[in-house]
């Protein structure tokens, strides 16, 4: 089971960017799936996006044409850009990994978006 550690949440205006960074302390290349999840204050934890190890990604409809996931297994990190932010957006952000037997979690990032 590897570490992860999240960095890059804070605060942004409605319309900026962030970027969220994953690093794991171990190898990330037979991480069949990894990805991020949200929860945002008096709701439940929702997928945001996904991405398999061949590059398949997967997102929220909620924000589509937004975020854009990715991985870097040589760096063993991967990363949710997130554009047009809205407000809505706001929440505590876990990215997750899928190794052969165990999901691994970050211990979250917090994003807060202001109107």
């Known amino acids: 089971q590897v570490q992860l550690v999240e960095s890059g949440g804070g605060l942004a205006q409605a319309g900026g960017s962030l970027r969220l960074s994953c690093a794991a302390s171990?190898?990330?290349?037979?991480?069949?799936?990894m990805g991020w999840y949200r929860q945002a204050p008096g709701k439940q934890r929702e997928l945001v996006a996904r991405?398999?190890?061949?590059?398949?990604?997967d997102y929220a409809d909620s924000v589509k044409g937004r975020f854009t996931i990715s991985r870097d297994n040589a760096k063993n990190t991967e990363y949710l850009q997130m554009n047009s932010l809205k407000p809505e957006d706001t929440g505590v952000y876990f990215c997750?990994?899928?190794?052969?037997?165990?999901?691994?979690w970050g211990q979250g990032t917090q994003v807060t978006v202001s109107s």
């Open positions: 171990g190898s990330i290349a037979s991480m069949n799936f």
């Open positions: 997750y990994a899928d190794g052969r037997l165990l999901r691994s």
């Open positions: 991405i398999t190890s061949g590059g398949s990604t």
